[in-house]
């Protein structure tokens, strides 16, 4: 499908460029999603407060995997260095021999991971439990050529594929490559080779059912490809379609 086709939608007589896809909510069940995410944030902000600190390393894990950045990450690290410190300074000593200084250290380490990390939660809380902005209605725009349509889905590709390089956890919740998701991000027609269904596989110029199911069966049995030069060593592609592929594929691992 050309890019034209698949960014733009024409209206006499002007052109329109649909925002990204989501499939409806009615208010109730939006209200409804929002409470139980609050409430379940401040639930999971509370663990490492409701285990004496010992749950703080699988929040500060549930938050990574949520939200992979800096600050999420030194908690993970600061907080599970912290526990273990602790845990180590007693764990040499019988029960009855513990030495004074053991204890404190022990008692000052389940302390500093059970409020520190239960405060450093609630503060990166709204980031790590942000709700996913609704759509955007098509948005009506100035008349524009095929070399700017054409431009345009160029540069959204490209953003794409940096967010897909950067974060590539970030990449298949955003729905990068995958056009068969409902999601909330425009990737300008990128296709993930290692994730994409064969109905979307089929879409790509010279990948036919027979590559595509070739495709499936090499990421299902040796894991994902890494790199389009792969793909044309193992999958039936004719070579005259490389240059095509290489501007809608994209590779997530």
């Not at 431009?151 to 919740?173: F, N, S």
Request: hydrophobic fraction near 45%.
């Amino acid at each position: 499908m050309a890019d034209a086709d698949r960014l733009l939608a024409w209206e006499s007589p002007s052109m329109t460029v649909p925002g990204p896809y989501a499939p409806p909510l009615d208010d109730a069940k939006a209200r409804s999603r929002r409470r139980l995410v609050t409430v379940g944030g401040f639930a999971w902000a509370f663990i490492p407060l409701l285990t004496c600190g010992f749950g703080a390393p699988v929040a500060f894990a549930i938050a990574v995997g949520r939200r992979r950045d800096t600050m999420t990450i030194v908690g993970l690290v600061l907080y599970s260095a912290i526990l273990l410190a602790g845990c180590g300074s007693i764990g040499a000593y019988d029960y009855e021999e513990t030495p004074k200084w053991a204890t404190v250290a022990f008692n000052t380490a389940i302390s500093l991971t059970a409020l520190g990390a239960t405060a450093h939660l609630l503060l990166i809380r709204s980031l790590v439990w942000a709700p996913i902005a609704p759509a955007a209605a098509p948005v009506p725009v100035a008349r524009l050529s095929n070399e700017e349509v054409l431009d345009r889905a160029r540069r959204l590709r490209a953003q794409a594929r940096r967010t897909a390089e950067a974060d590539p956890m970030l990449a298949k919740r955003l729905g990068v490559g995958r056009p068969d998701l409902p999601r909330q991000f425009d990737d300008g027609g990128l296709v993930d080779l290692n994730h994409a269904p064969m109905r979307v596989l089929v879409t790509l110029p010279g990948v036919t059912e027979r590559s595509a199911r070739q495709i499936l069966d090499r990421v299902a049995g040796t894991g994902p490809f890494a790199s389009l030069g792969e793909v044309m060593l193992v999958v039936e592609i004719s070579p005259s379609f490389e240059h095509h592929l290489r501007e809608y594929c994209v590779f997530i691992p």
